[in-house]
Nanobody
Framework: QVELVESGGGLVQAGGSLRLSCAASGRTFSTYAMGWFRQTPGKEREFVAAIAAITWSGGITAYADSVKGRFTISRDNGKNTMYLQMNSLKAEDTAIYYC???????????????????WGQGTQVTVSS
């Protein structure tokens, strides 16, 4: 069982920045692929960014086109924590952001929800225009 706890959400003006954190339990965090997804009311949850398991691929990353160049995903295996640095935020980035863990240790950065077994409770990000 892996427990995930997100933090760092909040209210920010358009053009501003936020950094989300996802703290994970477990002794083998470096073997997990990790991802960020987001959801707004009435819409399906969508992929934001992912990072592969370090042990396989040195941390290959993947991003949704809508956030590429503005968001950066990273991980600190010593702290069992994943981050999402969000810059140049737009009103359309407003959503609940969820982190997810894939303990299968995939050699790529997974983009699909079904590839993840564990999810956090979510953190609200609101960008005012």
């Amino acid at each position: 069982q892996v427990e995930l706890v997100e933090s760092g959400g909040g209210l920010v003006q358009a053009g501003g920045s936020l950094r989300l954190s996802c703290a994970a339990s477990g002794r083998t965090f470096s073997t997990y692929a990790m991802g960020w997804f987001r959801q707004t009311p009435g819409k399906e949850r969508e992929f934001v960014a992912a990072i592969a398991a370090i042990t396989w691929s040195g941390g290959i990353t993947a991003y949704a086109d809508s956030v590429k160049g503005r968001f950066t995903i990273s991980r600190d295996n010593g702290k069992n924590t994943m981050y999402l640095q969000m810059n140049s935020l737009k009103a359309e980035d407003t959503a609940i952001y969820y982190c997810a863990a894939d303990p299968q240790g995939r050699t790529y950065a997974p983009r699909a929800e079904y590839e993840y077994d564990y999810w956090g409770q979510g953190t609200q990000v609101t960008v005012s225009s």
